[in-house]
């Protein structure tokens, strides 16, 4: 097939390259990894059952490993569509720094590792959560949805919404209702996050062949559906705190985090079909970023708390 023999720009890939230790760092994606990692601790913690310092710390290691290795294997097969692409043209594949089987052979060793370092030393449940993750990113969002459908990232975003559920399984070896919330908060949020960002890059998108939302659909189209899932994320945020599983004072924060994505969700929904500086949008995506984090915090928060008085005997 194809993606076995890619190489970049028409350049040979035989022999190694001179790429720096920096260079295979910014394959793991690391800002990606970072929110990975995140999300991953805050199940971890809000499953609120005793947890080995050391146990804990090699299950968060093995995810974030994980994740990169998800970023290496996406950054080898999209080295095509990066290279078009103003926002990714830099990165160390289509720029050359980092040869296309460096990349494959980087993406392949960290998979494994993260895995069964996962499935040996933490749990079995946790790693195989992990490898269907990393299964799922690699495959079946990269390889095939990113360039067959519109729906890619709603479709897809199921691989970057699994960390939280798989760090509640390295704690607890099983798969709750309340991870699953995790899991459909940064669910329902990708599709909002990224169609913001593909309305300001459409145009770069539509070089690079990659049948985003606003390319396919249309910008109108595109809008409308942004309002709804922002709406739809906004009820799903509160859903924890109707469900007992966290307190009022996270209901509070998730009430307010949730209204301000419906106001931006709605100044891009009355956004003119025309506007070239597209503020709205860029506006939701610099929010969304903030909601995520913060609407985690919180959660961490109160799920950190709650231990404590446990641990107190409170």
Known sequence: MAFLDRTVL????????????????????????????????????????????IIAAT?????AIGAGASGALNMWYDADIDAVMKRTAGRPVPAGRVR??????????????SVMALGVLVDWVAASLLAFTIFFYAVIYTMWLKRWTPQNIVIGGAAGALPPVVGWAAATGT????????????FLWTPPHFWALALFKADEYGRAGVPMMPNVAGIPSTRRQIFVYSV????????????????????????????????????VLRMADDDKVMRPAKSLFAYSLLYLFAIFAAYLVDSVAERALGLAGV
């Open 59 to 63: 299950a968060i290691l093995a995810i």
């Open 175 to 186: 798969v709750s209702l309340e991870s699953i919330i995790l899991f459909l908060i940064i």
């Open 100 to 113: 296309p089987r460096e990349a494959l052979a980087f993406g392949l060793v960290l998979s494994a590792l």
């Open 232 to 267: 739809i994320l906004a009820v799903a945020g509160v859903a924890p705190w109707w469900l007992g599983y966290v307190g009022y004072a996270y209901g509070v924060v998730a009430a307010l985090l949730g209204a301000g994505f419906v106001w931006h969700g709605w100044q």
């Open 10 to 53: 028409g350049e040979s890939d035989a022999g190694m390259s001179e790429a720096t230790a920096g260079d295979f760092f910014a394959l793991l994606k690391p800002r990606v990894m970072s929110l990975v990692v995140f999300t991953a601790f805050v199940g971890m913690m809000a499953a609120r059952v005793p947890l080995n310092p």
